[in-house]
């Protein structure tokens, strides 16, 4: 039993355990929400009003008590701090900066891509593969095959520049 | 030597705990939604789970326990989302899934996101439980996230002018509920098995 | 018996693994590889690979959220 309370919350927990607790929360999280947990539409939310304050973006749709009142905010939070939180119980936390210039470029350049692509295709590997397929659409299925190629192109590009 | 982070443990836990109930006065639903979310990042985090790994690992160790665990998170989802379909139907609950609209950008954005989560080390979900990690890199992936997509709303026009756009697809409403999840689990099914000889066959070199 | 030192400190996923792949093929069966990292799905990833290749593994929390890890290259 100590041991099992030790493995809960030191972990790591086996993949197939956290596909079965994601699993079980996806489903209750459709349950509530009325529609299925997704990321990028709120963050699309908060770059256009962020994008407003800054002066990128002409006409400001969301308010801030608006944003402050959306589910999805609460989602996306909820991750961050989740994993912060399962960070800490473990006694791993800590600040984890970047140590090489070529990540800057890395992460800002894929950052870019990954929003850009996740906007025009509607949804990213939550919203649009995994809940995306889990609602039968066949959008999912056929952007499932375009990320795994995607991912192919990707690590070329990342073995070629990054290693 | 591991210090114990005991303290920042119980201040963050006084801090959690505070934030559910401050929303718990405002919206009960907000607040279980809170709840569900702030379980998701603790489980990704805890079985170091990465949609970018599943993907990415397979083409670099042939490892593809990730792969595999993802495919069952789908499959569990699949049949999920049918009983709570169902549940719905009963209760006349309104429920909207993710039928998205099928068009050639749907490719190319898929594409590339496959890329782009690649370089950043995280998709958008991984993203987000890093940030919770501590790591400075996807911190700034976030900001090129947010950069990303006001760029992809803008030219949203461009890819449905140039490429077209058809309604998406809800396979159900052609074949019925139980042969697509019957033929999406077979599916499935097939792909892991494909996950596990693609493993046996890079181990056994 | 030789122990090599693998710098992947600071270095994203999968760049460790692949640079783990390329210095063992230079290494004698029964060497040593020493790596660390602070990012914990990069030593659980290094862990299962090793074990399902059915190399030596040895995983230890020097710190607060740093992992060494020592591979032992048992077979060619």
Sequence with gaps: ?163 | MVKSQRKWNIAFSAFMGMLFLTLMQVNLKIALIFVLGTGLGFTLQKSRFCFVSAFRDPMITGITEITRAVILLIGLSILGFGVVYQISEWTHLSLSLNIFPLGFSTIAGGVLFGVGMVLAGGCVSGVLMRIGEGFGMQMVALVGLLIGVLAGKSSLAFWRGTFGEWPGIFIPAFLGWIPTIIFELLLLGGLWKLAYWWQNKHLGE | ?76
């Design chain 1, 1 to 163: 039993m100590k041991m099992l309370w030790k493995d809960f919350y030191h972990g790591p927990w086996p993949y197939w355990v956290g596909a079965v607790v994601l699993a079980f929360l996806n489903i209750i999280i459709l349950y509530v929400r009325q529609s299925p947990w997704g990321v990028t539409a709120n963050i699309e939310e908060w770059a256009i009003l962020l994008g407003g304050k800054v002066g990128i973006v002409s006409e400001s749709q969301f308010t801030l008590t608006e944003l402050m009142s959306s589910s999805g905010t609460y989602l996306n939070l909820g991750v961050v701090l989740g994993a912060l939180w399962s960070t800490l119980v473990a006694s791993q936390g800590r600040f984890r900066p970047i140590r090489q210039k070529k990540f800057v470029f890395s992460a800002l350049i894929g950052g870019i891509l990954m929003g850009y692509g996740a906007r025009i295709a509607y949804g990213c590997n939550i919203g649009g593969l995994l809940n995306g397929i889990a609602s039968s659409s066949l959008t999912g299925w056929i952007f499932a095959g375009a990320v795994l190629l995607g991912t192919y192109i990707g690590t070329k590009i990342l073995i070629r520049f990054l290693v």
């Design chain 3, 1 to 76: 018996m030789v122990k090599y030192q693998l710098e992947i400190w600071g270095e994203m996923c999968p760049i460790p693994l692949i640079k783990a792949q390329r210095k063992l093929k230079t290494m004698e069966n029964g060497d040593v590889l020493v790596m660390e990292t602070e990012h914990s799905c990069t030593s659980q990833g290094i862990v299962i690979w090793a074990k399902k290749k059915k190399y030596g593994i040895e995983e230890t929390e020097v710190a607060n959220g740093i992992w060494h890890l020592e591979l032992t290259k048992t077979h060619a």
